[in-house]
């Protein structure tokens, strides 16, 4: 499976559930996480999406960790799986 179609899969699961996935690019800053995904009740996360198995380059790694210091929630999903306990642990979280 690619990583195109773990993405495809998200941007699915987070429009039926309620949400949107909108494409993340920042130019001049590379390793950017792939999707910025909102649900209602400013539930924000960055998702960095890989092929399974794939883990995020050094700088991926960097940007994610420079979110985290401001608080932001990201997480790495490699696979349907993983989108679908991400999109599950969302809907049950509270505000």
């Known amino acids: 499976m690619r990583e195109k179609d773990i993405e495809e899969y998200l941007r699915k ?3 039926s559930a309620g949400g ?3 494409k993340f690019e920042s130019p001049g ?9 909102i649900f209602p009740n ?6 960095e ?18 979110l985290q210091s401001f608080g932001c929630r990201t997480d ?4 349907k799986e993983q ?6 642990m969302v809907k049950e979280r509270e505000v």
């Open 13 to 15: 699961k987070v429009k």
């Open 20 to 22: 949107k996935a909108y």
């Open 29 to 37: 800053n590379d390793g950017v996480p792939d999707r910025i995904v």
């Open 42 to 47: 400013n539930k924000i996360y960055f998702i």
């Open 49 to 66: 999406l890989k092929a399974p198995g794939k883990k995020p380059r050094p700088l991926q790694l960097k940007q994610i960790r420079d």
């Open 76 to 79: 790495v999903l490699d696979s």
């Open 83 to 88: 989108v679908d306990n991400f999109v599950e």
